[in-house]
């Protein structure tokens, strides 16, 4: 399962680059990307699409259409 820091890892970006622009802190990128937190509701879409993958990838959820 890929986590938040193999997709930014990725695309190339730092977790300050990352957390620029998601508008927060270092420290917090870093946590999400150790699962000690995870992103609130009004940031995963943003995390998602800076990322460019899907909600259902940074979580490691397979889809119910692609589990089939």
Known sequence: MQTIKDFREACGISQEGLAQMLGVDRSTVA????RDVYPRGDKIVALADALNCSIDALFGRT??????
């Open 31 to 34: 946590k999400w990307e150790t």
């Open 63 to 68: 889809p119910p259409e692609a589990a089939s």
